[in-house]
């Protein structure tokens, strides 16, 4: 007797100290997301936009409005041969990155945008993007300028190498630059990504194949999570040649999957697509009024969730793709830097405007629905029971190929950290031991349905910290990258045979790109540029 009583004591016990455990990791997990809240609130907020726009339009200035003045240039740069110094074609180098960029954000971003910051946010989105073409090539053209080569040939490089270059605050700013990187790894690297795949198969579950119990569809996202882990750690085990030849082939697939589609909704559309892109314009700068299910936006709201996930889509000014970008194989800084940007214009004006012109001209922003909600109804409104497959599809692909790229940019980083500034362990050691920790939260990521909004909120606020750093060895490097910009279309191109000088009687090249017999995408671009075997 006394001893069922001593156990009835300590159970009571037990049982107390698991609602005091309780209590405690809710108000720690509060505390926790009312901090995140705050600093995103700051990250995010007036500052920011400020020295987004303000970088932006700066580079516009040094650089004489590159992005439009030699748009053509920075196409034909895109059939370069390739075979110089690096690891990586630049093609293909080109896909890996841009499997970072079309993400996730290109779907549930977008319409995010237009939810909180009505369809003006669209054109703010064209906004950050003409502004982002001339920051990405600035530091793209910075990466490769400040890459290292090692004594074996191999090489390393990246956002940190440049941004330690700054005199006396340089490499504090580069220290922490990687800390933020490697940790965002965790947040727009793995955990939303794998949480979207998840979501993108329950989505199809529930109208495909009407499965709507709990249990199947935990089981279903569970499933997902594994087979992302395998399917994720067959590509990351070769680094980054493996990780760029897999992208290789995915980008050009999901791209022309996304836009074959999307453009089948405007064209449905008819004459609710002029007055969709009238809607865009007009209220970019009057707001928008509440109507149906949507709240209302003023300007403000437009002009910062246009800017604020046009950045989190295509990742201009936050230092992601020069970690990737400085191995690519280049013959001058520039030309890279002009990948670079023709991967914003590729991503936000072409991608992203696929998504927003959608949600607008079909009408689907009024029902008050956001993220991939909102574009899935989009879809829907136009090919009907169909429209699921689409963008389960879409949201699959998308989220794939960014956790494969996202990998490496926190692998990158985190052995700058570690092996470079830490002095720990070999640079094989740190790459293995960062993959084995970075996989496993891919599972955790996609059952977890409930924390998705945390997850993302977590991401942004990482984004905008490794922002900062960023931006301000862009804007004190700029006038290296000026120079070096301007010695590649004004000399180096016409030496090496890459174009044509623009003549007051011809006012450019209008001859076809020349492409050699090795370049990964000859057969595609003869068929449709009808460029011309060297």
Known sequence: MKVKLFILFLQGIHNALSEVNTFMAEDIWKAILAANDYLNSIVWGIPMIILLVGTGLLLVFLHGFIQVRKF??????????????????????????????????????VSTAVHLGGPGAVFWMWICAILGMGVKLTEVTLSLWSRRVLPDGRIRGGTMYYIEKIPKIGPPLAIFFSLMAFL??????????????????EYAAKEVFGITDPGSIFNLRLAAGILMVIFTALVIIGGIKRIAEVSFYLIPFMSAWYIIFGLGIWIASGAN??????TIISSAFTGTAAVGGFAGASVYMAIRYGFARGLFSNEAGLGSAPLAYAYAESDHPGRQGFYGAFEVFWDTIVICTITGVADVVTGAWETGLTSTALAAEAFRRVYGLWSPIFVSVALCLFAYTTLLTWEFYGENTFLYFIVEKCKIGSYRTASWFYRIVWLPPIIAAAVAAAYLGPIWDFADTMNGLMAIPNLIAVVILAPIAVKLAKDFYTRHIIEVGGAKPATATDGGNKEPPVLCVNHPMRDVLEKVFGAKKK
């Open 72 to 109: 053509g240039t920075i196409v034909k740069t895109m059939f370069w041969r390739g075979g110089a110094k690096g690891e990586v074609h630049p093609f293909k180098m080109w896909c890996m990155v841009m499997g970072a960029t079309v993400g996730v954000g290109n779907i549930a971003g």
């Open 273 to 278: 697509f002029g007055r969709g892109i009238y």
């Open 184 to 201: 965002c790894a965790f947040g727009i690297g793995n955990m939303t990504q794998a949480n979207s795949v998840a979501l993108g198969v």
